[in-house]
């Protein structure tokens, strides 16, 4: 069992920033990708970024240039930057998480509001 636990979100204004972080525990070691989700109101959830172990990260087009995933391997924690932020970023992110066993585990998420 892994589990993932989200922290970070709040209230910003356009054009501001926030980090996130997701912090594994349990059966870390059997991690080979994790990446960062959101959903919005009315919306299907989408992939924001996501790395897989020996590959680069992937990101959303929408995020290119403003958001940055990035690992802290000691700390089990994987962090997003988020700069630069648009009322359209405004959204629940979720922070997943896959295995070598092929399952697949999801924190809680946690809030992005970003006004105008």
């Known amino acids: 069992q892994v589990q993932l636990v989200e922290s970070g979100g709040g209230l910003v204004q356009a054009g501001g920033s926030l980090r996130l972080s997701c912090e594994a525990s349990?059966?870390?070691?059997?991690?080979?990708?994790m990446g960062w989700y959101r959903q919005a109101p009315g919306k299907e959830r989408e992939l924001v970024a996501a790395?897989?172990?020996?590959?680069?990260?992937n990101y959303q087009d929408s995020v290119k240039g403003r958001f940055t995933m990035s690992s802290d391997y000691a700390k089990n924690t994987v962090y997003l930057q988020m700069n630069s932020l648009k009322p359209d970023d405004t959204a629940v992110y979720y922070c997943?998480?896959?295995?070598?066993?092929?399952?697949?585990?999801w924190g809680q998420g946690t809030q992005v509001t970003v006004s105008s």
């Open positions: 997943r998480g896959s295995t070598t066993y092929g399952s697949v585990y």
């Open positions: 349990g059966r870390v070691i059997s991690i080979n990708a």
């Open positions: 790395i897989r172990t020996g590959s680069s990260t």
